[in-house]
């Protein structure tokens, strides 16, 4: 062979080679890219992008993590799953039924990490779906310094929990020996009715023995009566309920010695009051320690580029000591059994809810949040808010309680019943 010839045929191959390389080389960057999708503030988003830094410095795969408006977010992401290009992992409040078939078999990393059954999404064939990536709870806030004015205790450990009736002599009290408008504020959600119907005792909303229709009991519509009653005494404020005035705001005026909110106040709370002394304490409860958990999810899709990424990223951020420093960056309350975080502020705060978690009958606690995503799942419509709407309807005289419980349980059966 002519060596000229001979060695323009290697110097081809060589190049061909290269080009092969270069082919690979790119495959290869791909593989080490995965997309996030999450919707929530500066502290939430920052969180995961935190994250995202620390997994890219352990295992070389870049997370692009991406802020989505919460309006905007499951649209997003169902025409993504729809034209094959759904992000490997997303944090949701919810889980379609477009992306079922879609979804990533998530049970051995719950398993792995003990995330919370009761806030752990299933299919039908009890296959974990979507874990929760965070666990909020309502809870109880009080202004300290008018409690000390007045010279009135209030609980501070799990053996001396107010009654609701003990709760209300108190604040009562401090109103009459303080300069504070009202008694209490409590959100205008159908999240804080839920606590508060389950601590008298009351099982909320729920399918009657046929199941063919929700009811409810006695306890819940004593409950019931007994915050409309409250609102109309002015223990709380009707304008937070009728006219949407912002119950937050008003407990941090210092005026009102006790808010009955949740466990996403505290980050807020740590930073922006400074005006009074403030501290989560125990929820009262007449019948049933009881909270209302809320929270999202995390989940991923098989029909995204690089799936199999994308789980072990997941299992990555369920790991003890990164779930624990998500945790930190973002103020969650952790989803997963018997975990201790060390928090940058609140400490306390987190403490007391990590409390009323444990002791809290969790089915009933959690059922409603668990309920929405699992029947969104399956295809039915969901809950439209008309619980809380109805009571407002009650607050304004334009219905009556009764009237209020029916709108309630047909809502209940259009959205979880009927597809």
Known sequence: MNKKIGYSILSLAAVMLG???CGSGDSASDSKQIRMFVSGDTSEGGAYSKMAEKYKEETGVTVEVTDVPYADLLTKITKAVQADDAPEVVRVSTVQPDWNDYLMDLSDIASEAKTLESMTIKDEADVVKALPSDVTATGLFINTDLFDEAGVTYPTSEEDIWTWDEFLTAINEVVEKTDAKYGMVMDASDHRLRAFTYQYGGQDFFLDDSGDSYTTDDATKAALQKFVDLNNDEV??????????????????????????????????????????????YSPYEETRAVNMGGNFITGFNNSKNSEEGEKFIKWLYEEENYKQLCTYAGYLPAVEDLTVDYEQGQDAYEIYNQEIAAAAQPISSKQTTDQVTMSMKGYTGLTGAYRDAIVQVLNDEITLDEAIDKTIKDYNDGFLKK
């Open 19 to 21: 080009v092969a390389g």
């Open 236 to 281: 709380m404020p009707k304008s937070v309920w009728t006219s949407g005035e912002d119950a937050s705001a008003m407990f941090k005026s210092g005026r009102v010695p006790a808010y009955f909110s949740g466990s996403w106040q505290i980050v807020d709370f740590s930073t922006n009051i400074s005006n009074f002394n403030w501290q989560s304490t």
